[in-house]
């Protein structure tokens, strides 16, 4: 059947409220992605130099 829109806002605010009721949890993946931007960054400086 077709996707039930106000199932889909419910389970997206689901998804919102959990990741803000961990906070510590966030911002580990956040400096994990930036440090894994770093690497990249680095081999790209070491591709091109």
Same mark, same amino acid.
């Given at each position: ?15 919102? /409220?959990?990741? /803000?009721?961990?906070?510590? =949890?966030?911002?580990?993946?956040? /400096? ?5 931007? =770093? /690497?990249?960054?680095? !081999? !790209? ?5």
């Amino acid at each position: 059947g077709f996707p039930n829109p106000s199932g889909q806002e419910f389970r997206r605010g689901g998804i919102i /409220a959990g990741i /803000a009721s961990q906070p510590n =949890l966030l911002e580990e993946q956040r /400096a994990e992605a930036h440090l894994r931007t =770093l /690497a990249y960054k680095k !081999v !790209v400086v070491k591709l091109y130099n």
